[in-house]
């Protein structure tokens, strides 16, 4: 398996997030709709995509929240590759990437009923904060932080 730098616009990508929002609609009907503005392409993002004989399986991405801070987005992995830890790796590399360019902090938003999501991102030493922007008061979401630690050598 390799992973690959690239953009928003990349067809891979686009292909992935069509499949992770189908996933959302099954699971949780017309109320992902809700959602659609906030999960557009529009916005510049970094994304990694996971190949496997290049093949995309995964992805995720993220993009400027404020001067500090990054938010990931749109992590997902293809059913069959699921609990093999490449979301976890995918996550760690955007991290080095915000980190090397001096980044303090990322965010993540989920659904509060993801439990896989919201295990991992704890695993990723995420931390549960007051719900930003259009979650506010939205109990379907929850929010989560990280600070990036400083490295001291």
């Known amino acids: ?58 992805c995720a991405s993220f993009k400027l929240f404020d001067k500090d801070t990054i938010e990931i987005k749109r992590v997902y ?8 830890g490449i979301a976890y790796k995918l996550i760690k590399q955007l991290e080095k990437l915000a980190i090397e360019e001096n980044f ?11 439990t896989a999501a919201i295990k991992l991102y704890e695993k990723l030493d995420y931390e549960v904060i007051e719900s930003f922007g259009q979650f506010e008061g ?6 989560m932080k990280k600070e990036f630690k400083t490295m001291i050598f």
């Not at 953009?7 to 292909?15: A, S, Y």
């Not at 992995?77 to 093999?84: D, E, F, G, N, T």
């Not at 303090?104 to 993801?114: D, L, M």
């Open 1 to 58: 398996m390799e992973s690959v730098i690239t953009n928003e616009k990349d067809e891979r990508f686009i292909e992935l997030t069509k499949e992770l929002d189908n996933e959302y609609f099954q699971l949780y009907g017309d109320i992902v709709k809700k959602y659609e503005d906030y999960n557009d392409l529009a916005d510049p993002h970094i994304v990694i995509i996971a190949l496997n004989w290049g093949k995309p399986i995964a």
């Open 77 to 84: 992995v293809k059913k069959r590759y699921r609990r093999k």
């Open 104 to 114: 303090k902090y990322s965010i993540i938003e989920t659904g509060a009923e993801n």
């Open 138 to 143: 939205d109990d379907l979401c929850i929010c």
